[in-house]
């Protein structure tokens, strides 16, 4: 029934985009068109240019030729000079100005002597920069004077009977190691992600106003919201015909100007037979930009859903346009890939194509880009299905950018209490994650422990309890703050010290089929090496309760409440488990961080509370410090004390990993002992079913929540 409907509404409105000439124009007359007749035009303009500015002879006043006979000499033999008549210094001037002539060579007087006489002599060139071209002529009288220079230095030598052959020159001979796909991709780098961004928001601009703002004006949409389809089904049909045109209309600028840029470089004489196209890095560009998108087609989904009418619509649109515009500028700039980068939306899918292009990406800058994307791009789709669900919708008197709206966000404190969306959870990882990569150097200055401690409580916890004090989220129910049980503490602290020796073991193996870079490997250890060796015991519980609390009140708080709410159990603490590990940037550290992550998340889930968890996470981060503490003073803080605390798993053995096994069996016993505390219900609204050995407990004056 639902594909039926959807298939109904999706045809409806492909009809409906066939008949806009403006959709037809931006999808098909742009790159099938428009691109191949303007950039083959201006390239045979330029190739015609070119041909011209080489055949034509340039008129050239040589003033005081009578001291450079040889030069006055190779000027009226070389058939691409005209030399022209003797001139006063002004009048040639005057001549130059107004292109008479198009170049002055202005030597000293009896120049030609005194070089010979091993005199320095500078010969002055006149030239008009406002004239294009003026770099053709510059380069062929450099050339000449090259090689008058040539002759004097010859004849130097000849008056001391040197011979000729101590000016044979060192022969230097240029390879270039870049392909022909790298060399078209580089100058691709510079216009394609723009092009791409622009045009795929443009071919769903107008399908996307089709389906929303039309048809509000016309009062199609209040007709169609009233039939037994459901929201759900409409948004999807509609937005599946949006993200169509989006692609559609990406892919062909891509593959248009592809082609004409590659046919327009092949017709200028430099770059014949030099160019071609790479099939691959043409698919990898596409899927790259994929992500973004989607993001900008539910860009404007949501500015046909709030504008009223078409007018209002186009107004919204301009300033929504200068987003993707913004490639322009990072193509420009060619930034270092940074973790920052690869996270930070339109600059991402910017750089990864400029890598693609290029013949330079790793596997693993892209999986980062083309993921932080794709957060970006469900968090606007949530957003365009939250407008779409609202009642107000064919409301005409709605104003949802009114600022009457905003008596409404000032009574914060007034509401009842929720527990978070998946889409809020989503926006507060994602301000976490760029607040970390932009502000995480800057935060609490350069030593170690103040920076920790300023990064956690700032840029970790701060968001999550900005969050959840501004939405009115349920405390207790959205930060699992419950009282466990005793044989729960116990489990978390068995665990926190057994995974210690297991997780170093479980690196080694990983590292032994899948290497680690040795430069980031001793990056990290340096961190950590001189804290260590002054306040080995302090950095190691400082760092621990900072992270167990604070990292885990975001990951296992309001990231995890929201994925419960819509996922099953397993898939919520898998994806909050994803998350804590992504936010890393480390690419080979997320299996084990992963793995982590799903345990931490599974003893909040069975024991009901988060304080497990803390100190689980909080005692094997300070066990892996005092064991890196250890290994500074058995092997000191030279290179071998760099080694050793970058390579921690090398140094486990079998008596430790069988304590290490022991521990975390112990734990996961102690755990799993008592049955799964009902905690939280399936949907907002239902009761709360305490167990017994997770309480809740309530709110203190002020909103906080005490743990006893």
Same mark, same amino acid.
């Given at each position: 029934?639902?594909?039926?409907?959807?298939?109904?509404?999706?045809?409806?409105?492909?009809?409906?985009?066939?008949?806009?000439?403006?959709?037809?124009?931006?999808?098909?007359?742009?790159?099938?068109?428009?691109?191949?007749?303007?950039?083959?035009?201006?390239?045979?303009?330029?190739?015609?240019?070119?041909?011209?500015?080489?055949?034509?002879?340039?008129?050239?006043?040589?003033?005081?030729?009578?001291?450079?006979?040889?030069?006055?000499?190779?000027?009226?033999?070389?058939?691409?000079?005209?030399?022209?008549?003797?001139?006063?210094?002004?009048?040639?001037?005057?001549?130059?100005?107004?292109?008479?002539?198009?170049?002055?060579?202005?030597?000293?007087?009896?120049?030609?002597?005194?070089?010979?006489?091993?005199?320095?002599?500078?010969?002055?060139?006149?030239?008009?920069?406002?004239?294009?071209?003026?770099?053709?002529?510059?380069?062929?009288?450099?050339?000449?004077?090259?090689?008058?220079?040539?002759?004097?230095?010859?004849?130097?030598?000849?008056?001391?009977?040197?011979?000729?052959?101590?000016?044979?020159?060192?022969?230097?001979?240029?390879?270039?190691?870049?392909?022909?796909?790298?060399?078209?991709?580089?100058?691709?780098?510079?216009?394609?992600?723009?092009?791409?961004?622009?045009?795929?928001?443009?071919?769903?601009?107008?399908?996307?106003?089709?389906?929303?703002?039309?048809?509000?004006?016309?009062?199609?949409?209040?007709?169609?919201?009233?039939?037994?389809?459901?929201?759900?089904?409409?948004?999807?049909?509609?937005?599946?015909?949006?993200?169509?045109?989006?692609?559609?209309?990406?892919?062909?600028?891509?593959?248009?100007?592809?082609?004409?840029?590659?046919?327009?470089?092949?017709?200028?004489?430099?770059?014949?037979?030099?160019?071609?196209?790479?099939?691959?890095?043409?698919?990898?560009?596409?899927? #790259?930009?994929?992500? !973004? %998108? $989607?993001? &900008?087609?539910?860009?404007? +989904?949501?500015?046909?859903? @709030?504008?009223?009418?078409?007018?209002?619509?186009?107004?919204?649109?301009?300033?929504?346009?200068?987003?993707?515009?913004?490639?322009?500028?990072?193509?420009?700039?060619?930034?270092?890939?940074?973790?920052?980068?690869?996270?930070?939306?339109?600059?991402?899918?910017?750089?990864?194509?400029?890598?693609?292009?290029?013949?330079?990406?790793?596997?693993?800058?892209?999986?980062?880009?083309?993921?932080?994307?794709?957060?970006?791009?469900?968090?606007?789709?949530?957003?365009?299905?939250?407008?779409?669900?609202?009642?107000?919708?064919?409301?005409?008197?709605?104003?949802?950018?009114?600022?009457?709206?905003?008596?409404?966000?000032?009574?914060?404190?007034?509401?009842?209490?929720?527990?978070? #969306?998946?889409?809020? !959870? %989503? $926006?507060? &990882?994602?301000?976490?994650? +760029?607040?970390?990569?932009? @502000?995480?150097?800057?935060?609490?200055?350069?030593?170690?422990?103040?920076?920790?401690?300023?990064?956690?409580?700032?840029?970790?916890?701060?968001?999550?309890?900005?969050?959840?004090?501004?939405?009115?989220?349920?405390?207790?129910?959205?930060?699992?703050?419950?009282?466990?049980?005793?044989?729960?503490?116990?489990?978390?602290?068995?665990?926190?010290?057994?995974?210690?020796?297991?997780?170093?073991?479980?690196?080694?193996?990983?590292?032994?089929?899948?290497?680690?870079?040795?430069?980031?490997?001793?990056?990290?250890?340096?961190?950590?090496?001189?804290?260590?060796?002054?306040?080995?015991?302090?950095?190691?519980?400082?760092?621990?309760?900072?992270?167990?609390?604070?990292?885990?009140?975001?990951?296992?708080?309001?990231?995890?409440?929201?994925?419960?709410?819509? +996922?099953?159990?397993?898939?919520?603490?898998?994806?909050?488990?994803?998350?804590?590990?992504?936010?890393?940037?480390?690419?080979?550290?997320?299996?084990?961080?992963?793995?982590?992550?799903?345990?931490?998340?599974?003893?909040?889930?069975?024991?009901?509370?988060?304080?497990?968890?803390?100190?689980?996470?909080?005692?094997?981060?300070?066990?892996?410090?005092?064991?890196?503490?250890?290994?500074?003073?058995?092997?000191?803080?030279?290179?071998?004390?760099?080694?050793?605390?970058?390579?921690?798993?090398?140094?486990?053995?079998?008596?430790?990993?069988?304590?290490?096994?022991?521990?975390?069996?112990?734990?996961?016993?102690?755990?799993?002992?008592?049955?799964?505390?009902?905690?939280?219900?399936?949907?907002?609204?239902?009761?709360?079913?305490?167990?017994?050995?997770?309480?809740?407990?309530?709110?203190?004056?002020?909103?906080?929540?005490?743990?006893?």
């Amino acid at each position: 029934m639902r594909f039926s409907i959807i298939k109904v509404v999706f045809f409806k409105e492909l009809r409906e985009t066939l008949r806009d000439r403006r959709s037809l124009a931006v999808m098909f007359g742009i790159p099938l068109l428009l691109y191949p007749l303007v950039a083959i035009g201006i390239s045979g303009i330029g190739v015609a240019k070119l041909k011209r500015a080489a055949e034509e002879t340039r008129t050239v006043a040589l003033l005081d030729a009578e001291g450079v006979p040889h030069l006055a000499k190779m000027i009226r033999e070389n058939p691409k000079f005209k030399l022209a008549p003797d001139t006063s210094a002004d009048e040639a001037l005057a001549a130059l100005k107004d292109r008479r002539i198009d170049a002055i060579l202005n030597p000293p007087k009896d120049a030609e002597r005194r070089a010979l006489a091993s005199e320095e002599v500078v010969i002055s060139l006149d030239l008009d920069r406002s004239r294009t071209e003026s770099a053709v002529i510059e380069q062929r009288l450099l050339k000449l004077l090259g090689d008058y220079e040539k002759w004097v230095i010859g004849e130097r030598l000849r008056t001391r009977n040197v011979p000729d052959t101590v000016l044979r020159p060192v022969q230097a001979q240029t390879i270039d190691v870049a392909t022909g796909g790298q060399r078209l991709g580089m100058m691709l780098a510079l216009m394609l992600p723009n092009i791409l961004l622009v045009t795929g928001m443009l071919g769903a601009f107008f399908p996307a106003l089709n389906a929303t703002t039309t048809e509000r004006e016309a009062g199609t949409l209040e007709t169609l919201l009233v039939t037994p389809a459901g929201r759900t089904e409409l948004l999807v049909a509609k937005g599946i015909l949006v993200l169509l045109s989006s692609f559609l209309t990406a892919g062909l600028n891509l593959v248009s100007m592809s082609l004409v840029l590659w046919k327009a470089l092949s017709m200028i004489e430099a770059f014949k037979g030099v160019l071609d196209i790479n099939a691959t890095a043409m698919l990898l560009t596409y899927l #790259a930009a994929l992500p !973004a %998108l $989607i993001f &900008f087609s539910a860009v404007v +989904l949501v500015v046909g859903l @709030l504008a009223r009418n078409f007018r209002e619509a186009n107004a919204f649109a301009t300033p929504v346009m200068l987003i993707p515009l913004a490639s322009v500028a990072i193509s420009m700039a060619e930034p270092a890939i940074t973790p920052g980068i690869l996270v930070t939306p339109v600059a991402s899918t910017t750089v990864i194509i400029r890598e693609v292009l290029t013949g330079h990406v790793t596997l693993g800058a892209y999986v980062l880009a083309f993921a932080s994307s794709l957060l970006y791009a469900g968090i606007m789709v949530s957003l365009a299905a939250r407008l779409f669900s609202t009642e107000q919708l064919v409301n005409p008197a709605w104003e949802p950018l009114s600022l009457k709206g905003l008596r409404k966000t000032a009574q914060i404190g007034r509401g009842p209490r929720r527990l978070p #969306a998946i889409d809020e !959870a %989503l $926006i507060l &990882f994602v301000v976490c994650l +760029l607040l970390l990569f932009y @502000l995480g150097d800057v935060v609490g200055g350069p030593r170690l422990l103040p920076k920790v401690v300023a990064t956690q409580i700032l840029l970790v916890l701060g968001p999550a309890l900005l969050f959840a004090f501004l939405g009115r989220y349920d405390w207790v129910r959205t930060f699992s703050l419950r009282r466990p049980g005793w044989p729960a503490i116990i489990g978390g602290v068995c665990l926190g010290i057994g995974l210690t020796p297991v997780v170093r073991y479980l690196g080694t193996f990983q590292d032994w089929f899948w290497p680690r870079d040795t430069e980031s490997m001793r990056a990290h250890a340096e961190m950590f090496i001189r804290p260590l060796m002054e306040h080995p015991w302090l950095i190691s519980a400082v760092v621990g309760v900072m992270a167990g609390v604070c990292e885990e009140l975001l990951y296992r708080g309001p990231i995890f409440a929201a994925l419960r709410r819509r +996922l099953s159990i397993w898939p919520a603490i898998a994806a909050s488990a994803v998350l804590f590990a992504a936010a890393h940037l480390d690419v080979h550290g997320l299996p084990i961080r992963t793995g982590l992550g799903m345990l931490l998340g599974y003893l909040v889930w069975r024991t009901g509370s988060i304080l497990p968890a803390m100190i689980a996470h909080g005692l094997y981060d300070a066990a892996q410090l005092a064991y890196a503490a250890i290994m500074i003073r058995t092997y000191g803080s030279g290179a071998e004390g760099d080694i050793a605390v970058a390579n921690l798993g090398s140094t486990v053995n079998l008596v430790q990993l069988g304590i290490g096994c022991l521990l975390t069996g112990a734990g996961l016993y102690l755990v799993t002992r008592r049955p799964i505390p009902a905690t939280d219900p399936p949907a907002d609204g239902l009761p709360v079913v305490p167990a017994a050995d997770a309480t809740p407990v309530a709110p203190a004056a002020g909103g906080a929540v005490p743990l006893h």
